[in-house]
């Protein structure tokens, strides 16, 4: 179990992340996302313990993390630019790996890159973004530690290794005790892969829950509504989001469950209502848009 108690983090006149609590349980795929500059990269290099927090605690499994080389042991952090050494190949990066890893599983990784098609001795910096992409995640799975932090883990990748990742998680998790902490902003992505998702913004957690109970909680319903007065006090008896016209068509997302909505939306005698299945990416925009992020005024 990864967490974070009022934790805060500065960097000069800075503020990276402010107060934030979050509980990170063993079990499942946690995905982090969260606006530009909200501070998701910050909360992995704090978990990870390469950074100190200013204030509050960042305990793995119970333990603090910084310092404390036992428990960092149980962390690899993948950072959206790999690092490798100059000139170095695969096999170098494995022996690295091995160091700091003392559960790396040198079987496992060569099978990888065969699978992916990777030469072990050939010069990283000649691969491409997407290949060196690849071998980080590769080298990550392969340490064998029970924590995986990944930030932007999908950016370069084609369609076709974005699924392998996906499929990798999915058998290290039922092999072993394998908890992945996905930072990204490929939403759909996530979507597919993720069961809890964390949504980061201005340095603070403005939610933290499974997938599933946001869906059921949260609805994205379609209608038209012939009488303007019954329309209003509809989305009155509702806890709206945001609601969208679009001639006759109203289009609106709220708080509650399916059934709680639409019987509020037939008592307003609808020529026509739908619910509509809500996506991560509607989830972010609805959320953000509340806490006032509001991209609009940007091309307005």
């Given at each position: 179990m990864i967490e974070l108690k009022s934790v805060s983090k500065r960097f000069g006149e800075i503020s990276a992340l402010s107060r934030v609590d979050l509980t990170i349980n063993d079990h499942q795929i946690f995905g982090l996302i969260?606006?530009?500059g909200a501070g998701k990269s910050t909360m992995l290099r704090l978990i990870s313990g390469i950074v100190k927090a200013d204030s509050g605690e960042v305990r793995i499994d119970g333990k603090p993390v910084y310092e404390?080389?036992?428990v960092k042991q149980e962390i690899c952090f993948l950072p959206d630019t790999g690092f490798y050494f100059q000139n170095a190949t695969p096999i170098v990066m494995q022996r690295a790996y091995q160091m700091q890893f003392p559960k790396f599983d040198a079987e496992r990784f060569s099978k990888l890159l065969m699978a992916a098609g990777l030469s072990p001795e050939r010069r990283i910096r000649t691969f491409s973004k997407g290949m060196q992409k690849q071998l980080s995640i590769l080298l990550g799975v392969s340490a064998g530690t029970k924590y995986l932090l990944c930030?932007?883990?999908?950016?370069?990748?084609?369609?076709?290794?974005?699924?392998?990742?996906?499929?990798?998680?999915?058998?290290e998790m039922m092999e072993r005790d394998f908890i992945p902490v996905i930072a990204s902003h490929n939403l759909r992505e996530l979507e597919d892969i993720c069961d809890h998702v964390g949504l980061i913004h201005h340095g603070g957690v403005l939610l933290s829950e499974d997938l599933d109970d946001l869906r059921f909680h949260m609805q994205k319903v379609q209608c038209v509504v012939r009488d303007p007065a019954k329309e209003e006090k509809m989305l009155a008896g509702l806890d709206v989001i945001r609601a969208d016209h679009q001639g006759s068509l109203l289009t609106f997302v709220a708080r509650g469950t399916h059934q709680e909505i639409l019987d509020v939306v037939e008592r307003a005698d609808p020529l026509f209502a739908e619910s509509i299945p809500l996506t991560l990416e509607e989830v972010f925009i609805c959320e953000t848009e509340v806490a006032g992020y509001d991209v609009k005024a940007l091309i307005s």
């Open positions: 969260g606006s530009n404390n080389p036992a930030d932007e883990i999908f950016d370069g990748l084609d369609p076709a290794m974005r699924q392998a990742v996906k499929s990798i998680f999915a058998r």
